[in-house]
């Protein structure tokens, strides 16, 4: 079956410190890829995606690199800031024959806090 | 206003009690999907349903019910809660059809509690 690994939190980190959040995969068919973020309070609102090898998706200055021999999807910031405080999901959801099974696999969640 | 709305945004609840959290959607979109998220488990899909004609179970459906009213709708029921099903209840939908590559997009929670 599906499934998805994050690493493990909580992530502290200082004001434009550099962010990597890891996050592995395994999957039936061609999946793809997702970062969720769920600030404070909130639902999950898609932070990016990518849908083949090799594509990055990038939104708000993060990104994130559909490695596939590696079955891998970091997310990545150059400089965070405290607005970026939130906890951060990984997501697959995989296809088979050009029809989506409809179930997104998440992973567990990294909780990251930014200090000024 | 929003795209994706759930009602109630919070309960609190009796074991024993049925209980009935609403969806809706103005997105036009054909799927909708249950999750709940309980800490350090991300969250686990209940029930989906690709049209209204069309439900199936996810991975946790045990204690729980779903109807689709309509395509816009779509209602999650506790029949006799317990407290285990205490967590935060997502919506979602999607639309296969569209360039989104099946992209969900979230309602903005229920947070129920079953004392």
Redesign the interface.
């Known amino acids: 079956g599906n499934s ?1 690994t994050q690493m493990e939190g909580p992530v502290t980190l200082s004001e434009e410190a550099f962010l990597t959040i890891n996050c592995t995969y395994t999957a039936t068919g061609y999946p ?1 890829l ?1 970062w ?1 973020v769920q600030y404070p309070g ?5 932070l990016l ?1 990518a ?1 083949k090898a090799d594509d990055k998706g990038s939104n708000k200055g993060f990104e994130a690199t559909y490695r596939k021999e590696t079955t891998s999807f970091h997310l990545e910031k150059g400089s965070v800031q405290v607005s970026d405080s939130a906890v951060y ?1 990984c997501a697959l ?1 995989s ?1 088979a024959g050009g029809t ?1 099974y ?3 696999t ?4 990294t909780i990251l806090t930014v200090h000024p | 206003d929003a795209d ?1 709305t759930q009602t109630p945004r919070n309960r609190i609840t009796k074991t024993g009690k049925r209980i009935m959290l609403e969806c809706s959607q103005t997105k036009g979109h054909d ?1 909708m ?1 249950w999750y709940r998220q309980d800490p ?6 209940i029930y ?1 349903s ?1 049209d209204v004609k069309d439900i199936n179970k ?1 991975e946790i459906s045990d204690g729980y019910s779903v109807s689709r009213q309509a395509q816009a709708k779509f209602s999650l029921s506790l029949e006799s809660a317990i407290p285990n099903q205490t967590a935060l209840y ?1 919506c ?1 939908t ?1 639309d ?1 059809g569209r360039e989104d ?9 229920t947070r129920l509690t079953v004392l």
């Open positions: 998805v793809s997702f969720y909130e639902g999950l609102q898609l995606k849908t999901f959801i296809f989506s409809g179930k997104l998440f992973g567990q969640g | 994706v799927r999907y350090g488990l991300g969250l686990r899909l989906y690709f996810g997502f979602a999607s296969l590559t099946d992209t969900q997009y979230f309602g903005p929670g």
